[in-house]
């Protein structure tokens, strides 16, 4: 969006104005790719109904199907994949009266067009980003060997791995509300987790260097945003590969010193990558928010074994147990995989075990999905689906019971809430997070009683009181403006 801004584009949320539609794709399982196929079909409708001349695929999917893409959907006119992001601009075929849009179905960008409006300079060629100073962790080039980024399989893949990183000077246009931003500090992932095509869509794991982030943080705060989530395939390996020891407690040091930044916080933690000094450096400073995502796919040593991620359910206690003792409150969210293939009823049975004595704050259940080009592939002792299905509503039946009680525990808590705008159900009702909530995917705070004021501002900081818990939200009443 920044590179087609620059050019002199004009971003819009109105694809039936746009001449030129980008959908952002993802692909790393089923329903992602159903998602990405449908909005394209859906963006495809506009080309022959609006007034859009181009439709350009972007993304995730266009690293796994290029050509398949091209074929099956002939309203496609280009495709853009995550190694070549300047190339938007020669697919855009920006040239002055145009006007472009762009969508995604994962919120990675909002709906928006631009208009290539006459005079600004085109960014093609100007921009010089990371790429040319890549490094690789001694890992990767031997994952790389054993054949982990491996695309033989995938028809029409491009044999070169993306190994482009933004960096400080890449044009940006945030799509998220002003207070919050994301900033993406490494690509790629080297851990062979054999459910999972990441690597092979994304490359080898490569960290943006030092200064660029902490640059980039300066840039964002003096634009206004008061919270950074730092994000990446792997975020507790940053900077492995620049030869940085506690790289990403490093980074998050140097970023809560920055005045103005209000929360600070990382998602994607590796679960046996987080040090001592990580969570020291979390407990350390006030703006670093207390919380961890470290998603742990699963509980049984059995299949965390033919998962080729290790440990067991023993081990992550153990974690758990270290983590809370060192920041104490933190808010602990994961993700886990049902019915990966082999996974028994009494692997089945640790793993909800295992969640009724965790008790996370947040958790997700996804479940397994079969790709092509993973290692599990290959694996036999396929789990049917309707058991996949129902031991997925089993663990969110169970989490269901472990939320309900811990939100009653936060009834008559003072926190500070970040106000979010109007609720989708009603304008009486506001939306907010706390510093316990990461943007888009943990619970809501709903407010219901302003206090004094009249009126809310959106992304601003209030204190507020806890008056009620439901089974994952809460609602709330502001006491004041947070200084
Ligand atoms: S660590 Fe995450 S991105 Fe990397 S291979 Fe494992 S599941 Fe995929």
Known sequence: MGLLDRAGA?????????DILVVNTCSFIDTA???????ILEMARHKTSGSAKKLIVAGCLVERYRDEIRKTIPEVDAVVGTGELEAILEAAGLAPTHVVAATSPFNILTSVQVD???GKESAAGTHKHEAGATTFRAEGDHRERQGRFSRDDWQGARHLLP???YDENTPRLLSTPRASAYIKIAEGCDHPCTFCVIPNLRGKFRSR???SVVAEARQLISRGVEEITLIGQDTTCYGEDLGLKDGLATLLNELAGIEGLRWLRFLYAYPNRITGRLLETIAKHDNICKYLDVPLQHASPDVLKRMKRGAGAEIFLKT????????????????FIVGFPGESPSDFEVLEQFIGEAKFDWLGVFSYSHEEGSAAYSLDAQVPKRTIEARRKRLMKLQQKISRNAKQDWVGRDVVVLAEGESEETPLLWEGRTQFHAPEIDGKVYINDFGDLEQLEQGRFYKAQITEAHDYDLVARIV???Q
């Open 480 to 482: 004041s403006g947070a």
């Open 33 to 39: 790719k159903q998602e990405s196929v449908d909005t």
């Open 320 to 335: 758990i147990e270290k983590v809370r003792a060192a920041v104490p409150g933190i808010a602990l969210r994961t993700s």
């Open 10 to 18: 004009r971003i819009t949320a109105h694809p039936e104005e746009a």
């Open 209 to 211: 260097r030092f200064e």
């Open 116 to 118: 290539t409006r006459a």
């Open 163 to 165: 190994t482009y990183l």
